[in-house]
T-cell receptor
């Protein structure tokens, strides 16, 4: 069974701090990794994707991938209360480019 | 931008009713998916389809069926709704190759009474 593991949280950070969200996966053959943000009562929204080892930056968001350790993370710099949401990690791991989702980490950014 | 449209945002049905949830995408994606999401349980895959008339069971297919007669439309059918099918239902679409994620619809919150 291919798995994606995330700490459920809540992860509580003060406004302006760096939030660090982590994810591990079991399938060494996975090639694509995604972070989704889901506000309460809303559907998931794709915010970052990463395919190569190292860092990928997009505004305040940085995705980090380490395939040897089977580890992917999302850093949110200068966290804002509007970043408070559940963050889902997803990894491609099935036929037909299916994604496997983690259960999500709830982030709370307090003023 | 890809649009994935779910026909209803909120739905209330009675136990035993046959329920249809519709999903339409406008970007010619091969893959379409139906998930349910419940507090503490994350996203659980019900069914997915990789082509017209093609479908595969996901992790929790019991009590559900699907239909994909046209590439852009994927329907989820609850044959006889039960209270334990009260949930948020999410449709998603994606292409079946390369490094691309899914796009989700806005979801249907179904309550079975």
């Amino acid at each position: 069974q291919k798995e994606v593991e995330q700490n459920s949280g809540p992860l509580s950070v003060p406004e302006g701090a760096i939030a660090s969200l982590n994810c591990t996966y079991s399938d060494r053959g996975s090639q694509s990794f995604f972070w989704y943000r889901q506000y309460s009562g809303k559907s998931p929204e794709l915010i970052m994707s990463i395919y190569s080892n190292g860092d990928k930056e997009d505004g305040r968001f940085t995705a980090q991938l380490n395939k040897a350790s089977q580890y992917v993370s999302l850093l949110i710099r200068d966290s804002q209360p509007s970043d408070s949401a559940t963050y889902l990690c997803a990894v491609n791991g099935g036929g037909y480019n299916k994604l496997i989702f983690g259960a999500g980490t709830r982030l709370a950014v307090h003023p | 931008d890809v649009k994935v449209t779910q026909s209803s945002r909120y739905l209330v049905k009675r136990t035993g009713e046959k329920v249809f949830l519709e999903c339409v995408q406008d970007m010619d994606h091969e893959n379409m998916f139906w998930y349910r999401q419940d507090p503490g349980l994350g996203l659980r895959l019900i069914y997915f389809s990789y082509d017209v008339k093609m479908k595969e069971k996901g992790d929790i297919p019991e009590g559900y069926s699907v239909s994909r007669e046209k590439k852009e439309r994927f329907s989820l059918i609850l044959e006889s709704a039960s209270t334990n099918q009260t949930s948020m239902y999410l449709c998603a679409s994606g292409i079946n190759r390369g490094n691309y994620g899914y796009t989700f619809g806005s979801g249907t919150r179904l309550t079975v009474v």
